[in-house]
Each structure stands twice: as C-alpha cells, then as structure tokens.
Nanobody
Framework: QVQLVESGGGLVQPGGSLSLSCAAS????????MGWYRQAPGKQRELVAT???????NYAGSVKDRFTISADNAKNAVYLQMNSLKPEDTAVYYC?????????WGQGTQVTVSS
C-alpha cells in the first residue's frame, strides 16, 4: 500500500510564487517516475511536469520556464516550484507517482491565482 500526501498550494496574486510538495510512504520498492498534473473547473486533468528515475524532466508548454519540478529520492518526495503565476494556472494540482509501474495519485491541492 502506498500513500501520497501533498502540501502547499493556496491563494497567490498574479506574478507570485508557490511551492508544492508530495511525499510517498508505504511499500515503495522502485519509483519509475513522478509528476504533477492539474485540473481546472470544467476542464480535463492535464500534465504539468514529470521527472523520471534518471532525473529527466518534461514540462507542459504553458508552464515551461516558469515552473520547476524536482525530486528527493531519499525522501520519496517530489516538488513543484511555481513562479510568475498567472490566473490561468488556477486549478487543483495532483501529484502522481509511478511505483513498480503502478500509478498512485495524491489527494489534490488547490492553487488559486487571483488579485
């Protein structure tokens, strides 16, 4: 059994920054990849950023150069640093771990960008 716990998020003004964290616990043998996704009201869940076991990263075009994904393998944690936030970044953000090729999702955390 694997549990993911997210933290961070909240309300920020346009142009501001936020940091999200997600830590996994439980039966973790091999983390294949980690990532962040988001879902805005009325829209489908979309990829924000991923990082694989080798450290390679991938970003959605809309967040590239503003968001940074990183991981701490010793802590089984993944982070998302979000800078220059825009109102269109408003969404519920979910972390995802792929562990032994099975997917596990966090509970989601709200990020609201508004003045």
């Amino acid at each position: 059994q694997v549990q993911l716990v997210e933290s961070g998020g909240g309300l920020v003004q346009p142009g501001g920054s936020l940091s999200l964290s997600c830590a996994a616990s439980g039966s973790i043998f091999s983390i294949n990849a980690m990532g962040w996704y988001r879902q805005a009201p009325g829209k489908q869940r979309e990829l924000v950023a991923t990082i694989n076991s080798g450290g390679s990263t991938n970003y959605a075009g809309s967040v590239k150069d503003r968001f940074t994904i990183s991981a701490d393998n010793a802590k089984n944690a993944v982070y998302l640093q979000m800078n220059s936030l825009k109102p269109e970044d408003t969404a519920v953000y979910y972390c995802k771990f792929v562990i032994s090729w099975r997917e596990y999702w966090g509970q989601g955390t709200q990020v609201t960008v508004s003045s």
